[in-house]
């Protein structure tokens, strides 16, 4: 991947409300895809993966993404928010046989009550 | 598994000064990656290790910055002299090559006065 854009530095959701963060990467060759959340005073953790097989993917906390081809995204998506899904949401992807992680800038997710 | 382990946590340390921040990699990973974090930069790769060798310095900023791998249980960055614009997240993370995902240590806050 030679990029990776995630569209909105700020989202705000309410507690119980649908999470959508968005990814895209430029590629031609699909890459491995990751995304990592960041709590506050934290490193990044991983929260899910695409290496190859199904394009649905689960992670932790209840987040699933999906890796479509056609749109080059990686859309990072959770049914219900809860307070403490509030972080910082990085979109990450590696070239396949590469070692350089490509990292976007990062969304901040707010829940509120 | 006690994870990435980076130290100090903190430093605190005046314009001038030698800084040497220590990482400690997940055992039986052979990747080694040190990130730095700011608002305005956000997430950047300075140096990757693989198999205790550097492979991509790219992303050193200059030549005040210097890291080295003496084993595969150990890693330094040193900043000599440090500056003001130094002041930042650095991150350690390490992988096994095959699992691609990097594990990132909690981080260590460099403020440079």
């Known amino acids: 991947a030679q990029s990776v854009t995630q569209l909105g530095s700020h989202v705000s959701v309410s507690e119980g409300a649908l999470v959508l963060l968005r990814c895209n990467y430029s590629s031609s ?4 895809l990751f995304w990592y959340v ?16 199904a394009t649905l993917v689960k992670g932790i906390n209840g987040f699933e993404a999906e890796f479509k081809k056609s749109e080059t995204s990686f859309h990072l998506t959770k049914p219900s928010a809860h307070m403490s899904d509030a972080a910082e949401y990085f979109c990450a992807a590696l070239n396949t046989g590469g070692f350089k992680t490509i990292f976007g800038a990062g969304t901040r997710l707010f829940v509120k009550a | 598994d006690a994870g990435v382990i980076q130290s100090p946590r903190h430093e605190v340390t005046e314009m001038g000064q030698e800084v040497t921040l220590r990482c400690k990699p997940i055992s039986g990973h052979n990747s080694l990656f040190w990130y730095r974090q700011t608002m305005m930069r956000g997430l950047e790769l300075l140096i990757y290790f693989n198999n205790n060798v550097p492979i991509d310095d790219s992303g050193m900023p200059e030549d005040r910055f210097s890291a080295k791998m003496p084993n595969a249980s150990f890693s330094t960055l040193k900043i000599q002299p440090s500056e003001p614009r130094d002041s930042a997240v650095y991150f350690c993370a390490s992988s096994y090559q095959g699992l691609y995902e990097q594990y990132f240590g909690p981080g260590t806050r460099l403020t440079v006065t």
């Open chain 1, 29 to 32: 060759v699909p890459p491995y």
């Open chain 1, 38 to 53: 960041q709590y506050p005073n934290q490193g990044l953790q991983l929260l899910l993966k695409y290496t190859t097989g």
